[in-house]
């Protein structure tokens, strides 16, 4: 049984299949507890191990790019290290480019590339042990021939520059001397050193020797930390590198910190020049001469070994992170030891190649000896479930400080510089440093979270005060970030809401919160924090405050550049942002010794995270004026409102669906016996109760079988859920069994039921719902066309137990402009309603006040004049829908002068029509005419001004208002919640601005709407009252004219109210995203969301099997909600979602929301899955019509066909014989100018 999940992946030629084939043997029993995979070779060595209870798999060799392979599976986190034995052969069947690939993907995505054994020893035995290792019994175990990896990996993991040099006795006494130099022994000093020019800066009288200065001394300043030293602050490049390596006895470090300048030239060099470029200068200084300053007592002194000093250093730091993703700096690395350094000390060659090659092997976290670390404390219940009250204080805190600490071993020096973690390539620039920031943001909000899951107040003081213990043992274990995380969640407007907890915690646990509290102050800019860390010793364990420093390097980098006026390199800056960097990268010496405890480790990984600063105070104002007290209606047994992730796991019971059994009819059907007819009224919800049933329509004349159905299943839900529309049933359902037992329920039963039922109601609701998502995610998939069948029992005998294959699925790109053409006839159809209607109203029906309503998502379907969240039959969902847009193009006709021929009228019509556009091209702006159409206003009324502004009645709604010279029409669409209304200005009583709102009483109930947030359209709220106030005291003295609303009622108690949307939408947030940046990834987990676009655009890209993404859609603001399928189903997103445009605003409904609404007021939960299932069938009706209709235009197309082929060989014919004609009159003419 394999013990760990994990693969070893080796890659194995003829060159070192014997290497590999003698190491797993000799290791066979750490190898074994691995998947392993590994490139094929002919002779096929290591298929014997598969014998052997190795569970081993074969990827093609490296001449079929077998690397490649493995490289995918890295990228997919399916490889734990990669493993290269005689790496130097192998690089001959193994090009340079393939292998930097490996290389690039070991080090991006924290795969280990092990050269040799001792290093596949270390990382295995790390791997064994999930963390860490003892460093000492892994070393027993390994070859002995290997004694030389083994002592160049424990330099590597024992090194760590530290830049404080440790003076020898001499120096320190020549130092102290040198302190007591009078200024004329100073003088001498530097005269003789050769320094004079830097005179100036130690005395008194510095005009006195400006003559002495040259341009070097500007480089110079006094260092104001350390008295009669020095500090570089500017210079050219070719300088700072003479500096950076003078000799280790040169005069010029008695007055200047060395040490400090080689750090800072190490970490900030990639500011100003790159890696490869900071090398190649290196090898040019190799060999260069030295200046007489440099050269200090030893006289000798020669700039190779200070540069031999430089690369050990630059390889030690980090771990030689600079050069693990950068090929061609390791070939100029490599390049150098052999041709120059390796020539004049092949020892120091050999030990720099070495030092360089077991840096690939090195990944953070880096092994560490677990066997000095403290017994875990386990919790002491192990039946029980786990939460943060079940698992000990102290344990929590070093649980959480390893997860910290694991990211923070990870960042990189070089990703603090430039503002990297703030660009949008910030994940390939800084991607451990974004990643530990967005880890912070994230465990503060899962303390959050914690929390707001509790409903009592009591339990919720308590976690507030386990989370006070927890800091406090972060506090003593110096893990500042951790501390931090629960600073943040406590100090949150949203956990301070929770008033009646924090009223039940006593005064000794504020007191002890507020001490927590001060630790981290903000007060001069984190002064305490500060003052900690810098007495802390190197070889203590901590974790500082990321963002702090992150602060800190901001503010320098918007104060200070690069270069100076001179161009020069400004070590002012530089020296300082890499002492901030260091001031948290000398800690990565130290390590915490503890064992890792899965369980808790686990639970904070894997736990919900509650997001949205205004959908958690709504939470929180649940909490607190329920006190934590659930609705009595609610079922005590339903804890939680998540989404079946497969068919199987959301069912209804027979003892629930026992709860119709008053209004169910049991039908038994023979084979081949029809349930329900295609095209006819429907208000029955059907459920197959024995047997198995076909779902079949007729297309172009031809039935087509679409789906087979067996026990359990339902139909007739959509038929039945648009029953108020007339629609009717777009499909026949017959019986493939004899026996075949259908059970069913009236709508009307149902409704009853459900309002008596809320638990109930939720599940039946959201079952239909998922059901219906799960036909439009795979709506035209199925479609099996069929020859027209008798209607004989024996032509339907199809075993139940064998799926019929589709033979043909239908696929067309112009589907969409089908649907669009139905949508647009069914948007007509309504526009002409509400202009009857409005044509038809009573003079004394006029002075009624308008008011707003909402209508519902298969409302806003039929007038919004396209398709919604749209897919073609052969495309998937991206967790709730993808849209395209059709444009009407005209195409000239072909007349036979034009040469072209002629096309018969039906197929110009429908040529025009297929025309497919991406939508950023096709959208257009609504036109005055539909604007007017829309809220029935006559056509006399023009649209002089509109704004984007807030309107409230009963509730708020954003959207936009039209101004018209007699009206003021405003609309509205939040989550399909629809609000259309319009006001008469003669019916306005009175008009007034007040605080920032524009406030209307209407003359008619005294009903009053304010309108407000007019700065979104960059308009001050003055400015629209007194354009608004212009026409409203024109027309005042008019006769008074209607004020109307569009509210669509319901037969049913299923329809959402208002105030029902009321409590929905208090919990809505936005999230403001730049372009380019995701609103969903591809294959990311559903995070139970439902979207709405409020400003701006997104675009949809899919990947394909070759790993290519295309744009497949756009969607804009007058697009319906996306996301709901995913929401539902809680399956990945099949696409991704982008933004398109600069401050674009999405709308983000959650399901943890939605959920804790539900416990509330369990009676809306149904009403919602309702509501959400009636939009989800209104689509699955559009793209039915839209199957049809396209079979009906292939038929009249090849019915046409053979018509048009006859006129085009007509005109081919006619076409031949006019070149004919042409040719002979030409030779006639010739023949007329031969004659003399």
């Given amino acids: 049984m394999i013990e760990n999940p994990f693969q070893l992946a080796f890659i194995v030629s003829e060159k070192n299949e014997q290497a590999t084939v003698h190491y797993i043997s000799q290791y ?73 690939s490996l290389m690039e993907k070991s080090w991006t995505f924290d795969v280990p590339l092990c050269l040799n054994a001792a290093n596949v020893h270390l990382v295995v035995n790390n791997l064994v042990s ?128 060395y040490p400090r300048f080689q750090r800072d030239f190490l970490i900030s060099h990639h500011l100003f020049m790159t890696s490869l470029d900071f090398l190649k200068i290196l090898r040019k200084r190799y060999s260069s001469p030295v200046p007489p300053e440099f050269l200090g007592e030893e006289g000798d002194y020669k700039p190779a070994s200070a540069v031999v000093v430089i690369l050990k250093d630059w390889l030690v730091m980090e771990y030689g992170a600079d050069f693990a993703s950068n090929d061609p700096l390791r070939e100029e690395f490599e390049d150098l030891m052999k041709n120059e350094i390796s020539k004049n000390d092949p020892e120091t060659g050999r030990e720099l190649v070495d030092m360089l090659h077991t840096t690939f092997d090195l990944k953070p976290p880096y092994p560490i000896d677990l066997s000095k670390a403290p017994k875990s404390i386990l919790p002491k219940d192990k039946s ?135 630790s981290l102050s903000l007060l001069g800019h984190f002064k305490n924090y500060r003052d900690t860390l810098k007495k802390l010793p190197p070889s203590v364990p901590c974790i500082p405050l990321i963002p702090v420093t992150c602060s800190d390097l901001n503010g320098i980098g918007e104060v200070l550049d690069n270069e100076t006026d001179q161009g020069w390199i400004n070590w002012d800056k530089h020296s300082k942002v890499a002492n901030h960097i260091w001031s948290v990268k000398r800690f990565m010496r130290a390590r915490y010794i503890f064992s890792p405890v899965p369980s808790i480790q686990n639970y904070m990984k894997t736990a919900e995270i509650w997001e949205g600063e205004k959908t958690l105070a709504a939470i929180a104002k649940f909490r607190e004026v329920n006190g934590g007290r659930v609705s009595e209606k609610m079922d005590s047994s339903k ?44 208000r029955f919800l059907f459920r197959v109760k024995k047997g198995t049933v076909r779902v079949q329509k007729h297309i172009g004349g031809k039935v087509v079988i679409v789906d087979f159905m067996k026990e359990k299943s339902i139909f007739g839900e959509i038929s039945m859920l648009l029953r108020t529309e007339q629609a009717l049933t777009t499909a ?32 039946l609701m959201k079952f239909i719902a998922i059901n219906l998502s799960r036909k439009l995610k795979n709506f035209g ?223 008619n109930n005294n009903t009053y709407v304010s309108i407000k947030d007019f700065e979104k359209s960059g308009v001050p709220p003055d400015e629209a009252f007194n354009f608004i106030k212009n026409f409203y005291e024109q027309r005042s003295t008019s006769e008074v004219g209607e004020s109307e609303n569009y509210e669509n009622s319901m037969e049913d108690s299923m329809n959402l109210n208002d105030n029902d949307w009321e409590l929905i939408l208090e919990g809505t947030r936005s999230i403001h995203l730049q372009k380019d940046e995701y609103v969903i990834k591809e294959n990311q987990e559903s995070k139970r969301r439902i979207y709405q676009i409020h400003k701006g655009a997104c675009k949809i890209t899919r990947t394909d099997e070759e790993g290519n993404t295309k744009d497949i859609g756009i969607m804009t603001i007058n697009d319906s909600i996306f996301g709901e399928i995913s929401f539902l189903e809680g399956t990945p997103a099949t696409a991704s979602v982008i933004a398109n445009e600069e401050d674009t ?82 030779k006639e003419k010739e023949k007329e100018k031969d004659i003399p």
């Fill in 28 to 100: 066979f029993d750490s190898i074994r507890k691995f998947k392993v995979i590994a490139t094929q070779t002919e002779s096929r060595a290591l298929e014997k191990f598969k014998q052997a209870s190795l569970e081993i798999s074969f990827v093609p060799s490296l001449k079929e790019k077998g690397d490649v392979k493995i490289g995918k599976e890295m990228m997919n986190n399916q490889i734990s290290a990669v493993i290269i034995f005689n790496y130097a052969a192998i690089t001959k069947q193994l090009p340079p480019e393939r292998l930097s």
């Fill in 130 to 257: 999930v963390r860490g290792l003892t460093r000492t019994d892994t070393m027993n175990k390994t070859q002995k021939s290997s004694k030389e990896n083994e002592a160049m990996m424990t330099l590597l993991l024992t090194r760590f520059p530290t830049f404080d040099v440790e003076l020898s006795t001499q120096e320190i006494a020549r130092r102290e001397k040198r302190a007591r130099f009078s200024e004329q022994q100073h003088t001498f000093w530097l005269e003789t050193s050769k320094l004079m020019h830097l005179k100036p800066f130690f005395t008194e009288t510095a005009d006195k020797f400006a003559h002495l200065a040259t341009v070097e001394t500007s480089y110079w300043t006094k260092d104001e930390e350390v008295h009669q030293f020095l500090r570089l602050k500017a210079a050219p490049l070719e300088k700072s590198i003479e500096y950076l390596t003078i000799g280790p006895s040169a005069p010029l470090r008695d007055i200047w910190d």
């Fill in 384 to 518: 029980g479930k786990d939460d943060i009250l079940s698992f000990a204080v102290q344990e929590v805190a070093r649980q959480m400080t390893l997860l910290d600490e694991d990211l923070f071993q990870r960042v990189k020096a070089k990703e603090f510089l430039g503002g990297a973690w703030t660009k949008k390539d910030a994940y390939t620039r800084a991607p451990n440093l974004t990643k530990f920031i967005h880890h912070t943001n994230k465990m503060a909000a899962w303390v959050v979270t914690e929390i707001l899951k509790e409903k009592n107040a009591q339990t919720i003081a308590e976690l507030i005060i386990r989370f006070i213990q927890i800091g406090k043992e972060l506090l003593e274990l110096k893990n500042y970030s951790g501390v931090m995380h629960i600073l943040t969640a406590l100090h949150s407007a949203t956990i301070g809401r929770l008033k009646s907890a924090w009223n039940i915690i006593s005064s000794k646990d504020k007191n002890e919160f507020d001490e927590l509290t001060d």
């Fill in 639 to 682: 804890k939680s409102h998540k989404p079946a992730k497969t068919g199987d796991e959301f069912k209804i019971s027979d003892k629930e669906w026992a709860l119709l059994h008053d209004s169910a009819e049991l039908h038994k059907y023979s084979v081949g016996q029809e349930i329900l007819s295609e095209g006819v009224q429907n």
């Fill in 732 to 763: 026949s359902i017959i019986a493939e069994e004899n026996g075949t037992e259908i059970v069913k329920y009236s709508i009307e039963d149902i409704i009853e039921v459900c309002s008596e039922q809320p638990a109930f109601s939720e599940k």
């Fill in 781 to 1003: 998939k199925n479609i099996t066309p069929t020859p027209d069948l008798p209607k004989t029992p024996s032509n339907f005998g199809i075993s139940p137990v064998e799926p019929v294959t589709p033979t043909k699925t239908l696929k067309d790109p112009n589907l969409e402009m089908l649907v669009k053409k139905y949508e647009e006839a069914e948007s007509e159809k309504e526009m002409e309603k509400l202009s009857e209607k409005s044509k038809k109203k009573k003079k004394d029906d006029e002075d009624k006040n308008g008011s707003i309503g909402h209508s519902f998502m298969r409302k806003e379907m039929r007038a919004s004049k396209r398709l919604p969240n749209f897919t073609g039959p052969d495309s998937k969902e991206s967790g709730g829908g993808l849209t395209y847009s059709v444009s009407e193009s005209t195409v000239p006709s072909l007349s036979e002068e034009s040469g072209g021929g002629s096309i018969p009228r039906k197929i110009q019509k429908r040529s025009s029509q297929m025309k497919m556009v991406p939508k950023s091209k096709a959208k257009k702006e609504k036109s005055e005419d539909d604007i007017q159409r829309f809220f029935g206003i006559p056509p006399s009324e023009p649209i002089i001004r509109t704004f984007n502004c807030t309107v409230k009645t009963n509730i708020s709604s954003q959207g936009t208002l039209y101004i018209t010279p007699h009206y003021i029409c405003f609309s509205s669409n939040i989550f399909g919640r629809k609000t259309k209304v319009r006001y008469h200005l003669s019916s306005i009583k009175e008009l007034f601005l007040k605080d920032n709102k524009i406030h209307l009483e209407l003359k």
């Fill in 1145 to 1226: 605003v999405v709308r983000v409904l959650e399901g943890f929301y939605l959920d804790v609404v539900f416990d509330y007021h369990p009676g809306l939960s149904g009403r919602f899955y309702y509501y959400m299932a009636t939009g989800l069938s209104t689509r699955l009706k559009l793209r039915d019509a839209a199957i049809k209709e396209q079979k009906t235009i292939k038929e009249e197309e090849s019915e046409q066909e053979p018509e048009k082929e006859k006129e085009d060989k007509e005109h081919q014919i006619d076409s031949e014989k006019e070149k004919e004609k042409e040719k002979e009159k030409e």
